[in-house]
């Protein structure tokens, strides 16, 4: 479980796995979705 705060309202939200594409934030009722770091893709190619 990783832990992070929502951008918009600081709550801890939590992450099922460090890949997960998004988390839900219960308190803003949003869905943040994570941009792929172009990056790691190219590191895991
Ligand atoms: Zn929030």
């Known amino acids: 479980m990783i832990h992070i705060e929502c951008t ?25 979705e994570f941009s792929p770091e172009p990056e790691a893709i190219a590191l895991a190619a």
Do not use: N, Q, Y
Request: charged content about 20%; glycine content about 0%.
């Open 8 to 32: 918009w309202c600081d709550a801890e939200l939590v992450l099922a796995s460090l890949d997960a594409p998004s988390v839900h934030c219960p308190d803003c009722r949003v869905t943040v």
